[in-house]
Every structure is written in C-alpha cells, then in structure tokens.
C-alpha cells in the first residue's frame, strides 16, 4: 500500500496489475482519477437506495448520465442488464466510455458485468457502497448474474480500471448490512491478518471501530489472494472458508419461515469449520479458542435449529455437481493462514454440527 497526494487530500493506494484501488475521500480525488482515464462520457449505475443516499456524495462529477436499478438481490437478473445496456445505447455510450457502479456487491457484480458484455466490453470501475462490497465484491474482478435459482450463475472475470472505496457511505449503510460485512472482514482476518485480528480484538464496539484502517487491512488480504490466484486454481479458494457449509445453511434456512442473512450463515459456518480443523489436528486449541471469542464478540450468533448431516450433505452434493468436481474444504491453520481442498469426513462435518448446536444452547 502505498500513499499519493491527490489535490488537498492523501490518498492510501493499492495498485496492482488488476486496476489500482483507492481509498479516500471520495469529494476530492475521484475526479482526478477519472480525467486521467479522459473518457468520452461517464456512466454511474446505481440502485435506489444507492442513488438517494450515496450518489449526492460525488459531488462535482463531470457531465453523468445514471441508470437506476431496483434494489436487493431479486434484480441481479438479465432482466436489469438490458435496462442497462439500452440505457447505454440510448446515450451513445462507445467504447471510450467509463461506467462506474456505485453500490453494494449486487451493483458491483451486475454493473461489472454488463459492462464486460457491452460492445464487447467497455471499461468500468467501482465506487463500493457497502462493507461487503468495500472489502470483497469489488475487488478480484468476479461479475455476474443470477440466473433461475442460481447464484452467479453467468457471469465473468473482468477487472475494473479503478475502484474508489470511501467509508463515508457507512454512515447510510442498514446495521444489518454492516454485520454482513463485518463477517467477511473477520473472514479476512482469520485466513489473512494476525493484525487485523488485533485490531478487532482491541476495539470494543462498531461505533468505535477505526474503519479506515479494518477497510485497509482487509483490502490487503483480498488483494494479495486474488493477485497470486486471479482464477481461482489455487489460493483464492482460502477466500471461501466458512462458505462451504455457510452455503449449505444459508440454502437450508431459506427454505424456511427464518432465513439466514448471508453474514449470519457465514458465521455460522466458519464456526463448524473452525470445529473441524479443530479436530482434524489443522489448528491448535489456543487459536481456536481466540477466534471463537472473537467471533462471539462480533457476530454472535443467535441459537438456531440447525439441519441434519443428511441435509447438509445434500447441499454439499448439490455444490459440488455445479462446480463439477468435489468439495473441499478451507480450514485456517493458524491465525492468518488457511489450508485449501481439505477432504473432510461425513463423520467429521456431524461432529461439528453438534458441537455447533451445543455451542449455540450454552450461549
Ligand atoms: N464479486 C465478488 O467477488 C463477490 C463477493 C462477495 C459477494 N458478492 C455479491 O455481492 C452481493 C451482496 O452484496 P451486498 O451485501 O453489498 O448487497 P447489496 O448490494 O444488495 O446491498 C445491500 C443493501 O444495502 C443497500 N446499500 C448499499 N450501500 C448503501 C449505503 N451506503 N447506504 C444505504 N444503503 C446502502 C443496497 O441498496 C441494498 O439494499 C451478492 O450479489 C453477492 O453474490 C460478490
């Protein structure tokens, strides 16, 4: 990470062959940044909620046209990206052009993307809005839609030019939505920052959280990861620890009358793994024990029926038909270190599933 003066403001920059990410006051260096790229028309894609509390914020862009997308996950569809892509015909959008997508991972994903296909691809960049999305969704160059009942079933890798992250739009963002986040950033920590880790463990409430410095550390983790496995053949995998059985859980609850946020089934999940790297003899009990007391303090997880192993395993079996191979699973072997395709037992996910249970009862 290095610093750059950018008119009256200092600017923390992480560059990279994958598009420079910058984090700072959005008023004072965006601008700079975009005459560089000198684009023949500027294009914002945001949500509604993102065009009402967030776009007020980039003041003094040059000439913008914004195309407005309905929020929340339902519309990361084909439906909103040829919303898009008429919009940018409409307006003479050429291959000189720049779209900046100003929103959470749902925005960052389906703005990405449509983008990518456009003309065969114009450039892009991001201006994350939520925590999720300044920490994971708009680094590492994943874009995508849903399609039928499947996430991030088409989509592409394509890097945007530049990626602006500026925690003054936390003000705005939902507490719930803040916790989503949060439960990637613990994420990054346990796999890749013993000095994030510190940092959460020092700081006793989110008010007080020094979020420049989280977003900073968390960037870094992400960064480094996707920089040595842009394609996810190896290392990149680590980035999905606690989503193997998260999914699972989160696909389960959503079928009931008490759905899981993203976040909440994330935690859970990297608790039962935490468990089996545990008992597999991949993590000591020291470690164990301060990321759990961790993860208790941040995301404390409310108790919850939890599926059978028979049900998990179907999830599992499901995941692992679409990736077309097996399931392997991410397990930390120590603070700020992952293994990656670990072969877990059936036996081995039971056993954490009721030590997750009786976790969730004794709390
Ligand atoms: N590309 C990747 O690598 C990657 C990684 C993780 C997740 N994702 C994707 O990211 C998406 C989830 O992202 P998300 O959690 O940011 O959801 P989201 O984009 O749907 O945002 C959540 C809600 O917060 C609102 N919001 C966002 N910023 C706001 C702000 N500053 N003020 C007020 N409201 C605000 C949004 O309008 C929305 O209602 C999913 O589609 C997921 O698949 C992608």
């Given at each position: ?184 950033v613990v994420k990054h920590a346990i796999i ?25 550390h968390s960037i870094r983790v992400k960064q ?87 049900t998990v395993a179907g999830w599992l079996e ?46």
């Amino acid at each position: 990470m290095d610093t750059h003066q950018l008119g009256p403001t200092l600017v923390k920059t992480f560059p990279s062959t994958y598009g420079d990410i910058y984090l700072g006051d959005v008023r004072e260096g965006l601008n700079t940044i975009i005459e560089a790229f000198s684009p023949s028309s500027l294009i914002v894609v945001a949500d509604t909620h993102t065009h009402h509390f967030c776009f007020p914020l980039l003041e003094g862009l040059p000439d913008t046209s914004v195309i407005i997308i309905e929020a929340g996950e339902p519309h990361k569809t084909i439906e909103s990206c040829e919303k898009i892509w008429s919009s940018l015909l409409a307006s003479g959008t050429d291959r000189s052009s720049l779209l900046l997508n100003l929103g959470g991972g749902m925005i960052c994903d389906l703005g990405g993307f449509a983008a990518a296909c456009y003309k065969r691809g114009i450039r892009f960049g991001h201006i994350p809005t939520s925590l999720l999305a300044m920490t994971d969704a708009a680094i590492g160059g994943k874009t995508g839609i849903n399609h039928q009942d499947f996430k991030n079933l088409v989509g592409r890798f394509e890097f945007p030019v530049l990626t602006w992250v500026d925690p003054v739009f936390l003000k705005t963002l939902p507490e719930k939505e803040v916790l989503t986040g949060l439960a990637e950033v613990v994420k990054h920590a346990i796999i890749g920052s013993a000095e994030l880790l510190d940092i959460l463990m020092q700081t006793k409430s989110v008010a007080q959280l020094p979020w420049e410095e989280v977003i900073a550390h968390s960037i870094r983790v992400k960064q480094r990861v996707v920089e040595s496995d842009p394609f996810e053949k190896g290392v990149r995998k680590t980035l999905n620890f606690g989503h193997t059985l998260g999914h699972a859980f989160e696909s389960h609850f959503l079928l009931t009358d008490h759905p899981l946020s993203h976040g909440q089934a994330v935690t859970l999940g990297m608790m039962a793994e935490l468990q089996i790297a545990l008992a597999l003899g991949i993590l000591k009990n020291e470690e164990f024990e301060r990321i759990i007391a961790l993860i208790m303090r941040w995301l404390p997880p409310s108790e919850v029926n939890l599926p059978s192993l028979k049900t998990v395993a179907g999830w599992l079996e499901g995941d692992k038909k679409r990736s077309g191979g097996k399931v392997g699973f991410s397990l930390p072997d120590q603070i700020g270190s992952c293994q990656w395709d670990v072969h877990v037992e059936p036996h081995q996910i039971e056993h954490s599933l009721n030590w997750l249970a009786a976790h969730l009862r004794d709390v």
